[in-house]
């Protein structure tokens, strides 16, 4: 049976017997199954925030308006010659650590020469000491340069920073240096 939420949290009772539809790390392709102990409550994350950043000038931008607002949509990176460090990031008002996250993105073309199948970018959220990278498990956007979704799995350490003046537990897309034969920003 699948959950559906419609913008609304699902309670699983306690008891419930749940599988997954992968295997567990370590390379069985058996689905794992388990029992939940406790009532448990899935509620879709609460995105409030975003920015973007420059790696030369560390120049934090508010783009949630925008993002909300704008029918053209938001630049990810805002600074005018893409530079590896460059970050986008959302803003969530509750701790996603361990979450599976799938994001919908409307995109265009941009990132000519990119290879789709390994962009330069990676997905990361804040443990409290480091940037942790999320695990990509779906990515029908090619990097962020066609509409499609992203789909991530967040890592177990999520923790509140505040970047600009707004705290929330925040996820990054984060440019990293061309790839060997792929074109510089």
Known sequence: RRLQHRGQPVIVPAGTQVMTTVGASGGSDEP????????LEIAPPQLFSAKTTTALDDRVTDVWDDLRF?????PCFTSPDL???DAFYLGFSENLAGSVLRLAISAQAEGIGVDPRNPPLVWEVWNGEAWLTAQVTEDSTGGLNRAGEVVLLIPIE?????IGNTAAYWL??????????QPTY
């Open 32 to 39: 794992v199954v388990f029992t939940t102990s406790a009532d």
């Open 83 to 85: 530079t590896p460090g």
């Open 172 to 181: 990054r897309a984060r440019l990293l240096a061309p790839h060997p034969g």
């Open 158 to 162: 999520h923790q509140l920073m505040t």
């Open 70 to 74: 704008n029918v053209v949509g938001v």
